[in-house]
């Protein structure tokens, strides 16, 4: 199953508009709670310039970017934990998410119905989480009354690690915290992630700002509040304004170029948004290039060389031998593979080669 973010927040705060940015998917957009039920999953290019230096120095047949999902998920209401609105259905739709995008309104509009009557950023998020934390205290107070026994009176060394756990983690969602906001070491970590808890679920806040704070989101008042809480939760934030974004992503290049100058703006605010997520869910970009394409692929960071040649195709990782490798910033500096070899930057690497973000590698392999 591919990783996702997941796009979460209250009804109305344009997290339709802006996955209909990213996808250009046409998800359904109203101005009234629940226009979204199902969730809308969409796959996205992710933007990377190194593509398109890789092919100016090798050129290649065609060029082909790596991808990831995007999922829609409808808007959460106050007591969605307890089933109000569609709560149960919308809180199982994040549990099968890796990443959350938390889109929050900070732009004023009298035209677009607030679920709450007035705009209140930290309200907002506070309502989301409050449900969350709910449902996953639910979840750990049930399972906390089965281990418990087992562990105290079997003394069995896997229930007494789980429970050591839940120990950490009862008290931690009593007091209104986040799974996340607690460390935890490798083992820990794996019976966490076994609970499949919403809020062990790294976070990127997503302040939806007014189109005219695109070029300085940072000077908004709303935007500001929603960055104080994101540092607080240990979690990213940027800012983006999603109707503008929505009509960025309908122009052609020229007219996108002309608005963008005019906005103060060097690239769409999604692609800041595609490679934040993208390296929220822990994925990074290895390449293969010349030939009849240059790719970027998709891996998990701190993978190593043989697992990466698996990504391309198994036999690859069956049969890996090594990795003819190059990095990206040295061919970008010396300009050619002739170059780069010249200057003693090509490396063979071995299978305990842990691959880096923007490798670029050959890999020899026999079956």
């Known amino acids: 199953m591919p990783l996702t973010a997941g796009i979460v927040g209250l009804p109305n705060v344009g997290k339709s508009t802006l996955f209909n940015a990213i996808t250009k998917a046409g998800a359904e957009m109203a101005n009234y709670p629940f226009a979204t039920i199902e969730p809308n999953v969409g796959m996205v290019e992710v933007p990377d310039k190194r593509l398109d230096r890789i092919q ?21 209401v106050k007591g969605a934990s307890q089933g109000e609105g569609l709560g149960n259905k919308f809180l199982e739709n994040i549990r099968q998410v ?29 309502t989301i989480n409050t449900e ?9 107070e049930k399972r906390y009354a089965k281990v418990e026994k087992v562990a105290l ?35 820990e970590q794996k019976i966490v992630d076994g609970l499949f808890l919403l809020t062990s679920k790294p976070v990127l806040y997503v302040a939806n700002v007014a189109e005219e704070e695109m070029a300085d989101p940072t000077s908004g008042a709303y935007y500001q509040q929603v960055a104080d809480y994101a540092a607080k939760d240990h979690a990213e934030v940027m800012a983006i304004s999603a109707r503008a974004e929505e009509e960025i992503a309908e122009m052609d290049d020229e007219d996108k170029a002309e608005f963008m100058e005019l906005q103060g703006i ?19 970009t290895f390449f293969t290039a010349g030939g009849k394409e240059t790719r970027a692929w998709t891996f998990h960071a701190g993978m190593k060389a043989p697992q990466a040649a698996g990504v391309i195709h198994s036999d690859f990782e069956r049969g890996f031998i090594r990795a003819e490798t190059v990095a990206f ?12 070899k010249e200057a003693g930057k090509r490396r063979s690497e071995g299978k305990e080669y842990v691959v880096q973000d923007g490798d670029i590698m050959e ?3 026999n079956v």
């Open 329 to 340: 910033d040295d061919l970008d500096q010396y300009g050619s593979m002739k170059a780069v």
């Open 266 to 284: 060097t690239e769409p605010g999604l692609n800041r948004l595609i490679r934040t997520a993208y390296h929220l869910l822990d994925l990074r």
């Open 363 to 365: 890999f020899l392999f």
């Open 153 to 187: 009176t079997s003394k069995d060394k896997t229930a007494l690690a789980e429970y050591a756990v839940l120990e950490k983690l009862k008290p931690a969602l009593e007091a209104s915290r986040p799974a996340r906001s607690i460390e935890w070491n490798e083992d």
């Open 56 to 76: 100016e120095l090798i050129p290649a047949d065609k060029v082909v970017p790596t991808t990831f999902e995007f999922t829609d998920i409808a808007g959460i």
């Open 98 to 126: 890796n990443a959350i995008v938390h889109v929050v309104r900070a732009f004023d509009d009298d035209d677009i119905t607030h679920v709450s009557g007035k705009v209140d950023p930290l309200e907002d998020i506070e």
């Open 132 to 140: 969350l934390i709910l449902a996953d205290l639910e979840a750990v």
